[in-house]
């Protein structure tokens, strides 16, 4: 399988002159690739801009649409209407055009035929066009398109500007096509140098400790009562001084008995209050203690999930309903709610894309 990327502003030219750079090992410049040019009604367009995301490929494939506009005159001469239809070039690694085109040949019975990609005539009097040679391409339509012989194009075709979409091999190159270029419903991304990417066993990871910042609280408390009750027990604790002789007593005085000599006062009378004094004090002080008061904070079990716009449960019921009577997906940009839906979700900024591709698949 592929993953489609889109860049806008770019020609196939361009791509070519900056393929190395963009995927470095994925491009190989050796390999042998072709341009062929598919025609399809317009409404399948979305479908074949990501067409490269259920294919298996081995090299970057590269697709533009073009839109006839001045030159949509040369189409109707040929008894073709070109407001029917949309007009991709493809350009592909030979090796990966059969399974590219197996499902549409097999399935929808693609009809194959051999198209001449002219310039336009300068008669038509076009602003800005550069004349180039005669470029004969293998042409794929679909049955209910007729078929032509000749394409005119005002520039030849590596050099169309517009939206590229690029399909790079997902297995390789997954991670390098969204930091290289703007993936279809993410955004626009950086570009990276040449990348090998390789595939990293991913350990299983414990989840996040949800009581870090309960047991942080819990520390702090008792870190203050432990430092509260200290200073308390040194405040309340009697500092006592023995009192010491003024004069040392003579020898001849201690054995005549005529010498006093005083005792500290915790050597008369020991004091056993202060024991309790500081077991009740202790006991005081935690009970007051601020700390005791602290709620801890509750754990949240669940978070909230975002709500869904108004938007988007319209356009989720519209193609809900519309798979429930059985329209298929490919069929339901023809309902006129449709285009209605589009256009004010574009307003609003809501992709509708994917979660088109998430309800298609569910059925």
Not at 157 to 164: E, F, Q, R, Y
Request: proline share 9%; hydrophobic share 40%.
């Amino acid at each position: 399988m592929g993953i489609t990327a889109m860049i806008p502003d770019m020609t196939i030219g361009q791509l070519y002159s900056e393929a190395d750079s963009r995927w470095g090992e994925i491009w190989d410049e050796d390999a042998a690739r072709l341009r062929i040019l598919l025609i399809f009604p317009r409404k399948e367009r979305k479908m074949m801009e990501l067409h490269g995301d259920m294919i298996e490929h081995g090299q970057p494939v590269m697709t533009i649409f073009h839109r006839p506009r001045d030159e949509a005159s040369l189409l109707e001469d040929q008894g073709f209407d070109p407001r029917a239809a949309s007009f991709q070039f493809v350009d592909i690694a030979s090796p990966d055009l059969g399974p590219w085109m197996q499902q549409l040949i097999s399935n929808e019975k693609w009809m194959r035929s051999m198209v001449d990609v002219m310039s336009v005539p300068f008669s038509l009097g076009l602003p800005t066009q550069r004349s180039f040679e005669t470029e004969q391409v293998i042409c794929f339509r679909h049955p209910s398109l007729p078929a032509i012989e000749r394409y005119y194009l005002p520039f030849p075709p590596t050099s169309i500007p517009g939206k590229c979409f690029v399909s790079l091999p997902r297995r390789q190159a997954a991670e390098l096509a969204r930091q290289q270029a703007e993936v279809l419903g993410v955004g626009r991304l950086v570009k990276k140098s040449k990348i090998t990417v390789q595939e990293v066993a991913q350990e299983p990871t414990s989840p996040p400790a949800v009581m870090n910042q309960n047991e942080a609280t819990m520390n702090a408390m008792m870190d203050n009562f432990s430092n509260e009750m200290l200073e308390n027990m040194a405040e309340q604790q009697e500092v006592r001084d023995v009192e010491l002789p003024k004069s040392s007593p003579s020898h001849a005085e201690i054995s005549a008995g005529t010498a006093f000599v005083p005792l500290p006062p915790s050597a008369n009378k020991p004091n056993a209050s202060q024991p309790e004094s500081i077991a009740q004090s202790s006991e005081n002080n935690f009970d007051n203690s601020p700390s005791s008061d602290v709620q801890l904070p509750e754990i949240q079990d669940k978070i909230d999930e975002p709500e869904m716009s108004e938007i988007e449960i319209e356009f989720r019921e519209l193609v809900t309903g519309l798979l429930a009577a059985g329209v298929e997906p490919s069929d339901m940009m023809d309902d006129p709610r449709w285009e209605d839906i589009s256009e004010r979700a574009t307003a609003v900024g809501f992709e509708t894309w994917p979660v088109f591709l998430e309800l298609a698949a569910m059925e």
